[in-house]
């Protein structure tokens, strides 16, 4: 590590990296305030495996330029400015060595997004801003489909990381059925991530189709615990399955990626055996001061999910599409809603909250009139 006027540069596997500001405080309310550099150093520390959640996949930053303080927001979709913001696209200037691959948003414009080979392309991110990694379920030379199922197990009002805790064995159990390989981490706030590798033989569409058919089984099996109602009135205290972040553009954090909150957490691997006891672990035991020590003790718990160790071979949808056939003759359930940036899907229906329909302008299957 060198200085550079009032920059620093980090050596990164031999590339230089310049890291301006590094003393700038990114986080202030924990009891150690962390920097910038405390950041790149982190990245550096548990470099093999948050390089392997990224690597070859067009990502997108998250990057909070500033830091992130109480009250900060994101800008979100329909264009309310926050303090931190989503970079899709490799700015202008950046270094010629990075790597992007060109992805298309579902309104069809499409963008060439960071897709690192290297940890110092990681690095380099940091010095932008970027706290959180959120990279597509796709592999650089394929981006049409999908090399990974992710299941998001989302805590709604009234429940907790501990209730997510408490479903992912079941979780565990459909997902074998249909023939996959589940691997858990923690969101870094109060939800649970679980990844499987798949054989890249089938498109956005088919793969998230296939993924609501899991969430609609583990529904089944378990009404009072889980729902996979889109709508937010309609979910209750229960462990939403949100099915569309399998649909295009939409991403989750990659496993090691700082999250923008006031305790300064990351997305964590975990083992199976520490979601056996609610309780056992939480969210907050996993930190950028606390990751590389853990990082160092257990390893890259998330190889497996990346498809890079572990003895675990690529699964396929062939079950869950079953599945979907299953749903529509015996259950007769068809489609559901899309994210609203979405184009209208076919046999998709109405995206109106169902409090807001008016039943006269509606026919009985539920279609406009």
Partial sequence: MAKTGEALV???????????????????????????????????????GLLAALRDRPTALERWPGGYRRGMTLTTRDGHQGDGFYSKRLPKGAPDWLTTARITFPSGRSADELCPEELAAVV????????????????????????QVRIDLDPQPGTDFDDAARLAPLVRTVAEEAGLTLFPKTSGGRGLHLFAPIRPDWDFPTARRATLALAREIERRDPGHVTTAWWKEERGEKVFIDYNQMARDRTIASAYSPRANLRATVSAPLEWSELERPGLVTPDDFTIRTMPARFREVGDLFAGANGASGGCEPGGLETL???????EQDHGLGEAPYPPEHPKMPGEPPRVQPSKKVAEHWTDDGTPR
């Fill in 10 to 48: 980090l050596d990164v596997d031999g590339r230089e990296v310049r890291l301006s500001s590094a003393t700038r405080v990114i986080y202030d309310e924990v009891a150690d305030p962390i920097t910038k550099l405390d950041i790149a150093e982190y990245a550096i520390a548990v470099g093999p």
């Fill in 321 to 327: 599409l079953e599945w979907v056939e299953r749903d």
């Fill in 124 to 147: 380099w991110a940091v010095q932008m801003g970027t706290l959180t990694f959120h990279p597509w379920p796709v592999r650089k030379g394929n981006v049409e489909h999908p090399d």
